[in-house]
């Protein structure tokens, strides 16, 4: 069973147990909070942030999970963000992720949904979208976009077959996973 219930803003989203493990990361922080129905079935409530005040990139699996890395081990992924002020109609965008592939490629890409289907590109422009995580999995990057742009998500990629593939992640799935996403932010 699966709802979606919007309360004040707030999503909430509602799984059976037999869906989800008793702890779901959300934004980086494990929550478990169970509750019994009239019916005795046992549900997790996953509290989803308000993501347009947040500054956190949520690890998510919707690509599936590259060969050899557990989903377990794949949403204990973390990122944060910070913007800079604009300067000459660009601002910058750093990232400091942690949990990543230790020494994996990634790259940073921007996703506008539709009403169907969705536009995206290299975040930052190629090559300056790359980088890779250090040994432990974390990684420092940063990219630079202009002002007036009207991105609405950003989203960090892994590359498994350790290429970038330019203007295109590569196959979703396959050769590259969406691995952190969140809203594009913003400046002040």
């Known amino acids: 069973m699966k709802r979606l219930i919007l309360l ?29 129905t009239s019916d005795d079935t046992s549900q997790i409530i996953v509290a989803a942030q308000n993501q347009r005040t947040s500054r956190m990139l949520s690890a998510v699996a919707d690509d599936g999970t590259p060969q050899g890395v557990t989903q377990e081990k794949w949403l204990d992924a973390t990122g944060e963000v910070s913007v800079s002020p604009v300067q000459s109609g660009n601002y910058t965008v ?4 942690s949990n990543l592939v230790p ?7 921007w996703v506008n949904k539709k009403l169907v289907g969705m536009d995206m590109g290299p975040a930052g422009g190629t090559p300056g979208n790359e980088f890779r995580a250090d040994n432990t999995g974390n990684a420092t990057a940063t990219i630079t976009v202009p ?12 590359h498994a077959d350790k290429q970038t593939h330019g203007q295109m992640p590569g196959e979703m799935g396959k ?12 400046p002040n």
């Open 8 to 36: 004040g803003g707030v999503s909430i989203l509602l799984l059976s147990a037999a869906i989800l493990p008793n702890l779901t990361k959300v934004t980086g922080r494990t929550q478990k909070n169970t509750l019994t």
């Open 94 to 97: 750093t990232l400091k992720a």
């Open 103 to 109: 020494n994996g490629l990634y790259t940073f890409w």
């Open 147 to 158: 002002a007036n742009n009207n991105y609405q998500i950003l989203a960090a990629a892994y």
């Open 175 to 186: 050769v590259t996973f969406t691995h952190l996403m969140g809203n594009f932010p913003k």
